[in-house]
């Protein structure tokens, strides 16, 4: 797993693209009873441990995203998305942030 880093003066957009893999085209492709591809209907982001502030958060219909900010020099945080799609099924995806200067 990859390790994102943040600088903790920064206000930085974090962003898990669902579409990409899991919703449009992808052998584990999420469709509805109809044929239609599944979407996102609703998203929460958890960061643990604290002291790095999800400021904002939003989600289109494959794309959940976190604007983040704050955290502690040398701090490693897990970010967590959680969605449940169109089509009843749910699904979670974490990032490691470490915030270090830049």
């Given at each position: 797993m990859a390790i994102y880093l943040k600088d903790p003066?920064?206000?930085i957009d974090y962003a898990?693209?669902?579409a990409a893999a899991y919703l449009a085209g992808a052998t584990t492709e999420a469709t509805t009873e109809a044929g239609a591809v599944a979407?996102?209907?609703d998203s929460?982001?958890?960061?643990?441990?604290?002291?790095?502030?999800i400021a904002t958060?939003?989600?289109?219909?494959?794309?959940?995203?976190?604007?983040?900010s704050g955290g502690t020099r040398?701090?490693?945080y897990r970010l967590t998305n959680r969605v449940t799609f169109s089509d009843g099924r749910s699904g979670e995806r974490s990032l490691d942030v470490r915030v270090e200067d830049r």
């Open positions: 003066a920064a206000v898990v693209d669902w979407t996102i209907v929460s982001w958890a960061v643990v441990p604290g002291g790095l502030a958060s939003r989600h289109d219909a494959g794309r959940s995203t976190a604007t983040l040398g701090c490693v």
